[in-house]
């Protein structure tokens, strides 16, 4: 499973930005999505997710009521709308399949990393 990642860029504090996870050579809608971000010396930080049968969501708490997630099966594509951005949403976001949408789940994933999209919150 390969996914890409677009739309990141270097925005001021309380801006947007609205991330894309676009499928090579498969069907996104099969499968349970999570949204991860890695900022610099840090793990990798599961941060939100989308089933793949109801489109149920799941946030952690420091993005809850910021992003959301959302996936357009038309176009194979899964988006992460990031509004009010904060210096500390700074990282390297990813998006991989999760094992299921929900808290504990949607830390495993399948496949490995794609390149990332870097996102910087700063003045």
């Known amino acids: 499973l390969q996914f890409v990642e677009s739309g990141g860029g270097w925005v001021q504090p309380g801006g947007s930005l609205r991330l894309s996870c676009a499928a090579s050579g498969f069907s996104l809608h099969y499968y349970p999505i999570g949204w991860f971000r890695q900022a610099p010396g840090k793990e990798h930080e599961a941060i939100s997710c989308?089933?793949?049968?109801?489109?149920?969501?799941v946030y952690v708490d420091s993005v809850k009521g910021r992003f959301t997630i959302s996936r357009d099966n038309a176009n194979n594509t899964v988006y992460l709308q990031m509004d009010s951005l904060r210096p500390e949403d700074t990282a390297i976001y990813y998006c991989?399949?999760?094992?299921?949408?929900?808290?504990?789940?949607?830390?495993?994933?399948?496949?490995?990393w794609g390149q990332g999209t870097q996102v910087t919150v700063s003045s």
């Open positions: 991989a399949a999760v094992r299921a949408c929900t808290v504990v789940n949607m830390k495993t994933v399948f496949g490995s």
């Open positions: 989308i089933s793949n049968s109801d489109d149920k969501t």
